[in-house]
């Protein structure tokens, strides 16, 4: 299978560090559909494992977030996967779609924010869905 290209995986980390396997699923249904998936996590979790009170602060946030962003730049679509509001992953949302990248956005909202809804290309209510969206759009 070719590759059609590459997938940048987002989704919310902090405050949900051991409730990451919406990952797993998400890159087997990208890789399934023949993209290349690239997912912060597992450059980051290391990071996350961090115990001791104030580690979070130590984490430079510059290079972190630059790492990021250049590689959303690399990616052609940004799959979000927001069951509850995140920060990073609306900014990691708004800045794939001002580079121009196709996104998609899973959401269980009920009114999700016009600033989600503006910069999805496609919303589903369900991981479930993903692999039909990125073979019937992409």
């Known amino acids: 299978m070719s590759i059609k290209g590459k997938v940048f995986v987002s989704g919310p980390i902090q405050g949900m560090e051991t409730e990451q396997s919406y990952r797993g699923a998400v890159r087997a249904i990208c890789a399934r ?3 290349e998936v690239v ?3 597992e450059r980051e979790k290391v990071l996350y494992r961090g115990v001791e009170h104030g580690w979070w602060e130590r984490v430079p946030a510059a290079d972190f977030i630059h790492r990021d962003l250049e590689d959303i730049e690399r990616c052609d679509v940004l799959v979000a996967y927001m069951p ?3 920060a990073g992953t ?13 996104t998609i956005c899973m959401c269980e909202f009920e009114n999700p924010s016009p600033w989600i809804v503006l ?3 496609i919303i589903l209510k369900k991981i479930g869905e993903l692999e039909n969206a990125l073979r019937q759009t992409l």
Not at 90 to 102: I, Q, R
């Open 39 to 41: 997912d912060p996590w």
């Open 33 to 35: 559909c023949g993209f």
């Open 90 to 102: 609306c900014m990691e949302l708004f800045y794939a779609k001002l580079m121009g990248k196709k």
């Open 84 to 86: 509850r509001l995140s």
């Open 119 to 121: 910069h999805s290309d």
